[in-house]
Each structure stands twice: as C-alpha cells, then as structure tokens.
Nanobody, 124 residues
Framework: RVQLVESGGGSVQAGGSLRLSCTTS????????MGWFRQAPGQEREGVAI???????DHIDSVKGRFTISRDSTNGTLYLQMNRLKPEDAAMYYC??????????????????WGQGTQVSVSS
C-alpha cells in the first residue's frame, strides 16, 4: 500500500526557508508522478509543484524562483525547498503521488495517494 509521510514544516519569519520532505514506501516511485499541494484555512487545496518520472518539474507562478521540488533517486524521498517565504505561503502542505503520469497539478481531485500533511507558518 502506498504510504507518504511529510515532515519539515514549522514556523518561520518572512524571508526564511524551510525544506519539506516526503518519504515514500510500497511503490515504485520512479514510475509515479509526485507533487506538493497546500491548503490554507478557508481555501481550496492548490497544487504547488510537480515532478514527473522523467525528472521534469514545474511550479506554480507564485512560487517560481523561490520553491524547488526535487526527488532523491536512490530512495524516492520527495523534497520541497522553500526560500524567501511569504506570509501567503502559510498552509498545510501535502505530498501526493499517482501512477498516472499524465496528471497535472490542477487535477487535484484525481490524485489518489496523499500524505497527512505538514504545517507551515510564516510570520510577517
């Protein structure tokens, strides 16, 4: 059974950095598309960054140049390096995975496997 476990969240001041991690188990991560999503209180969950099985990545415009998604090819751990954090980045961050490689971030409801989330707080 696919398991995803996030860690690395916390509280930082605006301008600070955090690195989120998502450990994986029970699936051939190299065959899966993986992504980071976030949800702030009262808002819908939104996709933040995606990495495909061939290593191609994409990030939403609001985080481009500040966030970087990556994956350790040896163990499948997914990362999200977040620099120059802003108060509007505060949210619960989730990692997600799916074997359907063609999925995009905006197809949020199609992704089948999710972690429990890790909280990111950013103070101004």
């Amino acid at each position: 059974r696919v398991q995803l476990v996030e860690s690395g969240g916390g509280s930082v001041q605006a301008g600070g950095s955090l690195r989120l991690s998502c450990t994986t188990s029970d699936f051939t991560y190299s065959d899966y598309v993986m992504g980071w999503f976030r949800q702030a209180p009262g808002q819908e969950r939104e996709g933040v960054a995606i990495i495909r099985s061939n290593g191609v990545t994409d990030h939403i415009d609001s985080v481009k140049g500040r966030f970087t998604i990556s994956r350790d090819s040896t163990n499948g751990t997914l990362y999200l390096q977040m620099n120059r954090l802003k108060p509007e980045d505060a949210a619960m961050y989730y990692c997600a995975a799916d074997s359907r490689w063609w999925l995009y971030l905006h197809q949020r409801d199609e992704w089948r496997f999710w972690g429990q989330g890790t909280q990111v707080s950013v103070s101004s």
